[in-house]
C-alpha cells in the first residue's frame, strides 16, 4: 500500500445496497445511542450486535442486513461472484472476500470500535455513547455524501478501494 492524494469518495447517483446497509446501520447506533443515554443501558447490546455484524460482513461477507435488503429487491453496486460448480449467482448476498480492500478495512474497523465502545459505556462509563454517536453519524453522512473520514485516512494510507470515484 502506497501512500495517495486527493478525496475518497462513493458513488452517490442512486441508492444501492451497500448504501443501504450503512444508512441503516448508522441509523441503529445513533438511536441506540440515545436510548442507552436516556431510557436503560442495555440498548447498548443493539450497538454490540450491529458491531458483531460489521466484523462479520468483513470477514465472511455475509450481511444480514444486505440479505434482507436484497429480498426487496435492492441491487449492490459491487457484482455478485458466480458460483464456481454451475455459474449462476448466490441465493445470498455476499460481500467481495478475495482480497482485503479498502470498503473491508471499513467494516473491520467500524465494527471493532462500535464492540468495544458499547461494552465500554455499558460496563465504565456512558461517555463512551458519545463516540457511538459519533460513529454512527458519520455512516449515516457516508451513506448520504459519499464522504468518510476512515475511508479517505485509509485511502491515502493506500487501501485500494472498490467501491469509489476519485476527486
Known amino acids: 500500500m502506497g501512500k495517495r492524494s486527493g478525496l475518497y469518495l462513493v458513488k452517490t447517483h442512486l441508492w ?12 441503529d447506533v445513533v438511536a441506540s445511542s440515545i436510548l442507552t443515554r436516556v431510557h ?13 455484524c460489521s466484523i462479520m460482513v468483513a470477514l465472511t461477507g455475509f450481511c444480514v442486513v444486505g440479505n434482507i435488503l436484497r429480498l426487496f429487491g435492492v441491487k449492490p453496486m459491487l457484482p455478485q461472484p458466480l458460483r464456481k460448480d454451475d455459474g449462476k449467482r448466490r441465493i445470498f448476498y455476499f460481500m467481495q472476500t478475495d482480497r482485503w480492500y479498502l470498503e473491508r478495512y471499513i467494516y473491520i474497523f467500524v465494527g471493532v470500535n462500535l464492540s468495544l465502545s458499547s461494552m465500554l459505556a455499558r460496563f465504565s462509563s456512558q461517555g463512551w455513547l458519545f463516540f457511538t454517536g459519533f460513529v454512527g453519524t458519520a455512516t449515516i453522512v457516508f451513506s448520504f455524501t459519499g464522504f468518510c473520514i476512515m475511508a479517505n485516512l485509509l485511502y491515502r494510507l493506500g487501501a485500494e478501494p472498490r467501491l469509489c470515484r476519485y476527486i
Open 16 to 27: 444501492y445496497l451497500e448504501r443501504l446497509v450503512w444508512l441503516v446501520a448508522g441509523i
Open 40 to 52: 436503560s443501558p442495555n440498548w447498548t447490546f443493539s450497538i454490540l450486535f450491529v458491531g458483531i
